[in-house]
């Protein structure tokens, strides 16, 4: 890739971030949306059900593919001709499809063992082959959006990413508010939604498909990708694991709360996902500039901590309206997880900035390593604290799962591909959010009368953002003054152009 597209795909990083992200809203906000809906035709019971076999299949889920994406990622800018791009596109979709097969039969093998060992009971069987079932569809519309990524083509992801809300989101209603048929109508809406989105986007990807496997390919793709599934499976856990802990200590209620917290969190995790969308295909066509990269990393981190926590504190300062939106009053039995919750995607997506040496130096097995050692912390601080202090100990110790992950790979990405990061900023800046949460948590639980309790909340979030934005280098700085004005223009542009 020559110097010039390299600058033109930098530059689209923020044009990106919005359509990426006004697509990944659409995509989540189909979840959200229907929440309220299944949060009050569902009992809490049958909520944490589903919760608990989320967490089961998740597992499974990564299984469908065993991270091909992620090499196809890695070698796809490298391609010499479009010959070479369709062989390796094609390779990952039917593998892809066979791995696809295999789960589906998997369930069908040891969906009572599943039910037996999740609920004691036999009653969830069905439930849990119809999960399984729906993973399918679900993971071949994730690949087939990931590939128009790669294409860079932002607008037809962000229409497919509407169509498929707009499907599941009627789905939801027809099969869980209108036919009553219960856990079911979720996994129904999943299959028909997901189903549809994939072959939309297989259609407009459709020149880079090609009905043969190249085993050439295969072999590159799994050199790079297989080491990782371990690391993939491990990041799972470090989710799923409080979910089924809070299963075997207390009730599946307890994990309907937890869940339902997990979900208040959806502005924090659009944002952030966002941001990787648009910047890793980015970080890969830099990867071979080494200054430049070296250059850009450490503003990037800046200005992603300094955003990811602004927008943490912004929900926060709203928290509890978020709630009772949500959920009826049952739920707020879960809010004061909401500020630790939103911690953990500093670290959980920070990974993607503060890691260019595996991918530089192709020693992508670090990553399984570090991610092991965070699920051997998590599953240590779950044994502890879970039994004992309940929703807070499943949490917390999730918080600590991630925050080694991040931490381990960021050491060893520095010994790889040393780079100056600004620590004390990201440091400061996690203290002042935490501090704040901790602050606008009390509030929130306090007699406090509401526009009291919200004032207060908002001066809190004022602090931190404010405090934010005074910390932070003057590179960074500049940087956002950039992006802003560059957006300024485009929309005046667009402004002048639409009045004429």
């Keep these: 890739m020559n110097e010039e597209s390299v600058n033109k795909r930098e530059a689209s990083v923020a044009k990106n971030v919005i359509i990426y992200g006004i697509g990944g809203v659409l995509s989540q906000a189909a979840g959200l949306i229907t929440l309220p809906l299944m949060t009050?035709?569902?009992?809490?019971?049958?909520?944490?059900?589903?919760?608990?076999?989320?967490?089961?299949t998740g597992y499974f889920n990564l299984l469908i593919g065993l991270n091909m994406m992620t090499g196809l990622y890695r070698f796809f800018f490298q391609a010499e001709d479009d010959k070479d791009r369709r062989e390796m596109v094609s390779t990952t979709f039917l593998f892809v499809g066979v791995c696809g097969a295999l789960v589906i039969l998997l369930s069908f093998l040891l969906g009572g063992q599943f039910?037996?060992?999740?609920?004691?009971?036999?009653?969830?069987?069905?439930?849990?082959?119809?999960?399984?079932?729906?993973?399918v569809p679900v993971a071949v519309y994730t690949y087939s959006l990931n590939l128009l990524r790669l294409e860079n083509k932002a607008l037809p992801y962000m229409i497919i990413a509407l169509t498929v809300s707009l499907l599941y989101m009627g789905s939801i209603v027809l099969f869980v508010a209108v036919l009553k048929v219960g856990i079911p109508g979720y996994y129904y809406s999943q299959i028909i939604s997901n189903t549809i989105g994939a072959a939309i986007a297989l259609f407009l990807s459709r020149e880079l498909l090609a009905p043969r496997f190249s085993m050439k390919w295969f072999k590159r793709l799994a050199r790079y990708s297989f080491p990782l599934v371990p690391?993939?499976?491990?990041?799972?856990?470090?989710?799923?694991?409080?979910?089924?802990?809070?299963?075997?200590?207390?009730t599946p209620v307890q994990v309907a709360y937890y869940g339902l917290a997990n979900k208040a969190t959806i502005v924090i995790t659009l944002a952030t996902q966002a941001f990787c969308n648009a910047w890793e295909p980015t970080m890969y066509s830099l990867l071979n500039q080494e200054e430049k990269i070296k250059r850009t990393l450490p503003t990037m981190l800046s200005l992603y901590t300094f955003g990811t926590l602004s927008i943490c504190t912004l929900v926060m300062t709203a928290a509890r309206e978020i709630f009772l939106f949500l959920a009826p009053p049952e739920y707020l039995a879960g809010i004061g997880l909401l500020g630790i919750m939103q911690l953990r995607w500093i670290f959980t997506m920070g990974v993607y900035v503060i890691d260019p040496g595996t991918a530089k130096s192709g020693k992508t097995w670090w990553v399984s390593v570090m991610l092991g050692l965070a699920v051997l912390v998590n599953l240590g601080a779950n044994t502890m604290l879970t039994?004992?202090?309940?929703?807070?100990?499943?949490?917390?110790?999730?918080?600590?799962?991630?925050?080694?992950?991040?931490?381990?790979?960021?050491?060893?990405?520095?010994?790889?591909?040393?780079?100056?990061?600004?620590?004390?900023?990201?440091?400061?800046?996690?203290?002042?959010?935490?501090?704040?949460?901790?602050?606008?948590?009390?509030?929130?639980?306090?007699?406090?009368?509401?526009?009291?309790?919200?004032?207060?909340?908002?001066?809190?979030?004022?602090?931190?953002?404010?405090?934010?934005?005074?910390?932070?280098?003057?590179?960074s700085k500049v940087t956002m003054k950039n992006i802003s004005g560059n957006a300024m223009t485009k929309i005046k542009v667009a402004g002048i152009k639409n009045s004429k």
């Design 40 to 56: 009050r035709c569902l009992t809490s019971l049958e909520y944490g059900s589903i919760e608990v076999i989320t967490a089961l």
């Design 115 to 135: 039910s037996q060992r999740l609920f004691h009971d036999d009653g969830h069987i069905e439930l849990i082959r119809l999960a399984f079932t729906a993973l």
């Design 231 to 250: 690391g993939t499976l491990f990041g799972w856990s470090l989710s799923a694991n409080n979910r089924m802990f809070l299963n075997a200590s207390t």
């Design 387 to 475: 039994p004992r202090f309940g929703l807070y100990g499943a949490v917390i110790s999730e918080l600590l799962g991630y925050v080694t992950a991040m931490c381990g790979r960021w050491i060893v990405s520095d010994r790889l591909f040393p780079v100056r990061w600004n620590f004390r900023y990201f440091v400061l800046m996690i203290a002042l959010y935490g501090t704040a949460a901790f602050g606008q948590t009390k509030i929130i639980l306090s007699d406090l009368p509401w526009v009291l309790s919200f004032l207060l909340r908002l001066a809190l979030a004022a602090v931190v953002i404010g405090g934010g934005y005074l910390l932070i280098d003057r590179e």
